[in-house]
């Protein structure tokens, strides 16, 4: 390997570490370079305080002076019925039941209750009750599109494209290309 594409690697783990929070195997794939040589670069990285990592079920790299509130949502969103749940209800003006978010976003009932258990418990979403059934909106949409936009600028950008009548969700979960 040349010293020109080593260097280039060095370059491009940093901007795409100090850019925005990002998954070991997500910032391999993305910079081109081998799994050793984003390692190497990274202990670099944090040994000179520029990055830090947090380890959990994925290993995620992100800029030594984010907000750890930031952290949290990103691996959060990393589940991808959580992003899908959190997507919807942004997107949408009315609180909506579980039955609701189970027909638009084309997840499972197991599935869409386990994701807004986390999303209550994490105070990301309030829940509504009515007889016989409870609603769910975000708690905070203005927060949530900001975190959103600084980690997912993918999603903003397709926002629009999106129609809960319609409801194509896999526009969000789907890495673009």
Excluded at 155 to 174: D, G, R, V
């Amino acid at each position: 390997m040349s010293n020109q594409k080593i260097g280039s690697c060095k370059d491009t783990v940093k901007e795409q570490v100090l850019k925005r929070p990002v998954t070991f195997m997500k910032l391999v794939a993305e910079t081109q370079c081998a799994t050793e040589t984003v390692e190497k670069y990274l202990s670099q990285f944090l040994k000179e305080m520029l990055v830090k990592e947090k380890k959990g079920k994925f290993r995620i790299i992100y800029p030594a002076k984010i907000n750890s509130e930031i952290i949290e949502f990103y691996e959060l969103m990393l589940n991808p019925t959580i992003k899908a749940i959190t997507v919807v209800l942004l997107k949408s003006e009315n609180a909506l039941s579980q039955i609701e978010l189970v027909a638009i976003t084309g997840k499972s009932n197991p599935s869409i209750s386990r994701g807004l258990r986390e999303l209550m418990q994490r105070n990301l979403i309030q829940r509504n009750y009515h007889a016989p059934f409870s609603t769910y909106e975000l708690s905070d949409k203005e927060k949530t599109m900001g975190f959103l936009a600084y980690i997912f600028p993918e999603i903003i950008e397709k926002f629009n494209q999106f129609e809960l009548e319609h409801p194509q969700p896999k526009l969000f979960l789907e890495k673009l290309k």
